[in-house]
């Protein structure tokens, strides 16, 4: 099984910054990707940024340019650093692991972010 934990999450004034954290840990194999993913209330869940084994990004593009996603030295660790926040990025953001084994994905709990205005 595997567990993913995150954290950061809090409430800023708009133009300003948080670092989210998420940690995986368990059986894990093999990790194909891990990403942020966020949902405000009434709208669908949403990916944010995604970064892959190889290095590889992808953002969405209300967030590019503000947001960057990196992979930490501990194992199985990944940041999100959001810049420049917005109120429209206020969320519930969750973490996402997909490993490599019948490409399952795993989740954490889901930290929130409020920007006021």
């Known amino acids: 099984q595997v567990q993913v934990v995150e954290s950061g999450g809090g409430l800023v004034q708009a133009g300003g910054s948080l670092r989210l954290s998420c940690a995986a840990s368990g059986s894990i194999f093999r990790i194909n990707a891990m990403g942020w993913y966020r949902q405000a209330p009434g709208k669908e869940r949403e990916l944010v940024a995604r970064?892959?084994?190889?290095?590889?990004?992808n953002y969405a593009d209300s967030v590019k340019g503000r947001f960057t996603i990196s992979r930490g030295s501990a194992k199985n660790t990944v940041y999100l650093q959001m810049n420049t926040l917005k109120p429209e990025d206020t969320a519930v953001y969750y973490c996402?692991?997909?490993?490599?084994?019948?490409?399952?994905?795993?989740w954490g709990q889901g930290t929130r972010v409020t920007v006021s205005s």
């Open positions: 970064i892959t084994t190889s290095g590889s990004t």
């Open positions: 996402n692991v997909n490993v490599a084994y019948r490409s399952n994905d795993y």
